[in-house]
């Protein structure tokens, strides 16, 4: 999945030559906490975020006379629109930062914020769409997911999402799989009878 | 003018997908005949239901999604839309006059409501409705068309009246949540098993409205294995503070059963205790905060030999103010238990060792609790401040 699949579209931005105060009064507006900064020709130079601004009027006072500009981050990581979405994964982790610009020809086309990347995440796991969610522990061993997968076509049911966790161990993964129906019993059924472990609502604290 | 009514008649009983689906209309039939043999429904009680009209079903679906049921019906939709509108699924097949049948149980919520809002009666029964699954632009979860969607639709077009929807189906009432979502005059209240396995996945406490609707959507996720000793307590905190908050003109209440310990589509522990207790919440929270305005409806139920009929009778009782106890009649268990492939129960009580002590119980109840908690923080805030 691409950047501009699901990047926010409708950026606010502010100019590097606005006031803090402009800056502080944009945020609660918009309730947002960070805001790009831009040139006169819409040139991306920098970005700043509610904590910069807040720590910034409790050191200094006067918050009508200083530019965004003095007190932005120049050095703004940003990501394109081509990108996939699992890298800026990564760099919202690693960077420990909440929001990244996206830049194409050096123009701010879009954001993600961590909270778009959580929504983005909810709807790869397909929980946004009437389904089922069934978990068949396998051996770690090619060919398992085709499978399983292929147990659920004869059944002629729709899968939504389909995800791989680790286990503990390297000997097993878990296929966790949205599927389009109210009734999976009679799936987990036949899951059952070829031999896989189909894990299943358990009683809290007892072994799966 | 008191007395309560009951929606039924055999038009209701056609809507079945196949002889081996789990919705099977037959439980209507077993209900209705429970009643009767407990000799708690007079003739004079019953009201037949009429067929939604096109532009009534219109209110909540959308023309084409009509029109691809009608075509379902008359077996000349093509595969390939079929699809799109949820129709040749395995949840919903497709069946001969599917859309008819559809209509028939839109059609007898909407005659409860007009019996309710038109002074016939206070309270009334439909349980041939509520397929709360059902969507705008495409059917889902055995449901086509959204009944009580229509329904509430109906009563604010036609009524003006502000309405509170409560749904204690094991699943989440999506179809109605979703309808509903940004209305600031319709309140939604769904109990459920955590759509952490079960269908549809949503129903999460955050989901709580938008818009002008925002704070009106109430969700109440609760563990598998969660026991009546969880269930009804939080019922009877949510429905009160829910029902003083929003004040509504009337309570609608979807009445699906498949908590049910029994039920072979869900995880939960609730048994006939709380199938007796729920009614009497509603009932009570319409009295207090809605002039006494209740309409039932049916909903999700899988057990249709030992839970459906005794779980769905309850409701009929209460609204009579009847206390239904011991055993069921004779005749009842006589005329079906040939038929049923389990044995039949034969109290209006499940016994007290219907399933085996779940551990970690404290657990289970003490999370349900935190989701209670979360789900009225925000009214529970407003109130503090006022
Ligand atoms: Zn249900």
Redesign the interface.
């Known amino acids: 999945m691409k950047v501009e699949a699901v990047m926010n579209r409708e950026v606010i931005t502010i100019s590097e030559k606005a006031t803090i105060e402009n800056g502080l009064k944009c945020m609660k507006e918009h309730r947002i906490r960070h805001l790009p900064v831009v040139t006169e020709k819409d040139k991306l130079v920098g970005i700043v975020s509610d904590r910069d601004l807040i720590d910034w009027k409790s050191s200094n006072g006067d918050t009508t006379i200083a530019q965004i500009g003095s007190v932005m981050t120049e050095d703004v990581i940003t990501a394109h629109p081509r990108e996939f979405i699992e890298e800026l994964l990564s760099i919202f982790y690693d960077e420990r930062i909440g929001s990244i610009p996206v830049v194409e020809n050096e123009q701010v086309v879009g954001i993600m914020t961590e909270r778009d990347m959580l929504y983005t995440l909810i709807q790869l796991t397909g929980a946004h769409q009437p389904s089922s969610q069934i978990e068949v522990q396998v051996e770690n061993v090619s060919g398992q997911l085709a499978e399983v997968t292929a147990v659920i076509k004869k059944h002629k049911v729709n899968i939504t999402s389909v995800l791989v966790y680790p286990e503990q161990t390297d000997q097993k993964k878990v296929l966790v799989l949205r599927v389009q129906t109210m009734n999976p019993q009679t799936i987990i059924e036949s899951l059952r009878a070829e031999g896989y472990n189909v894990i299943w609502p358990a009683i809290p604290g007892e072994k799966v | 003018m008191t007395q309560p009514v009951f929606v039924y008649s055999d038009d209701l009983l056609n809507y079945k997908f196949s002889n081996n689906h789990?919705f099977n209309p037959l439980r209507l039939k077993l209900t209705y005949e429970l009643l009767k043999t407990s000799g708690i429904l007079s003739d004079d009680q019953i009201v037949k239901p009429r067929k939604a009209t096109d532009e009534e079903i219109a209110l909540v679906h959308s023309e084409e999604y009509i029109h691809a049921v009608k075509q379902a019906g008359e077996g000349t939709l093509p595969e390939t839309q079929a699809a799109n509108y949820g129709l040749g699924?395995?949840?919903t097949p497709i069946f001969s006059n599917m859309h008819d049948s559809s209509a028939w149980l839109a059609g007898a919520t909407l005659t409860a409501v007009e019996n309710v809002f038109e002074g016939n009666a206070k309270q009334a029964l439909s349980l041939g409705g509520g397929l709360h699954?059902g969507f705008r632009g495409k059917a889902?979860?055995?449901c086509i068309y959204n009944d009580s969607s229509i329904a509430i639709e109906y009563m604010k077009q036609k009524y003006n009246a502000r309405v509170l929807y409560i749904d204690t189906d094991a699943?989440h009432g999506?179809g109605v949540q979703w309808a509903f979502y940004d209305d600031p005059n319709v309140c939604t209240f769904s109990i459920h098993e955590t759509?952490?396995?079960?269908?549809?996945?949503?129903g999460n406490v955050s989901e709580k409205g938008a818009g002008r609707g925002y704070g009106l959507s109430f969700n109440i996720p609760v563990?598998?294995?969660t026991e009546d000793d969880s269930w009804i307590p939080i019922l009877e905190k949510a429905i009160d503070e829910i029902a003083r908050f929003f004040k509504p003109d009337v309570i609608i209440s979807q009445n699906g059963v498949d908590a049910h310990y029994w039920d072979?589509?869900t995880?939960l522990s609730v048994t006939m205790k709380s199938y007796k207790k729920i009614p009497q919440l509603v009932k009570n929270a319409a009295h207090k905060h809605a002039e006494g305005r209740w309409i039932a409806v049916g909903g999700g139920g899988y057990d249709i030999w030992r839970v459906v009929p005794r779980a769905w009778s309850l409701i009929w009782a209460e609204m009579n103010g009847i206390d239904l106890k011991g055993p069921l009649p004779k005749e009842w268990l006589v005329k079906w238990q040939s038929r049923s492939p389990v044995d039949l129960a034969k109290k209006w009580e499940d016994s007290e060792d219907l399933y085996t002590p779940?551990?970690?119980k404290q657990?289970?109840c003490d999370k349900n609790q935190l989701m209670l908690t979360r789900a009225l923080q925000h009214i529970r805030n407003e109130q503090r401040s006022v």
Do not use: N
Request: hydrophobic share 30%; charged share 25%.
């Open positions: 789990p699924t395995e949840d699954h889902s979860g055995f699943h999506d759509g952490r396995y079960l269908f549809p996945g949503t563990d598998a294995f072979p589509l995880h779940i551990p970690r657990e289970i």
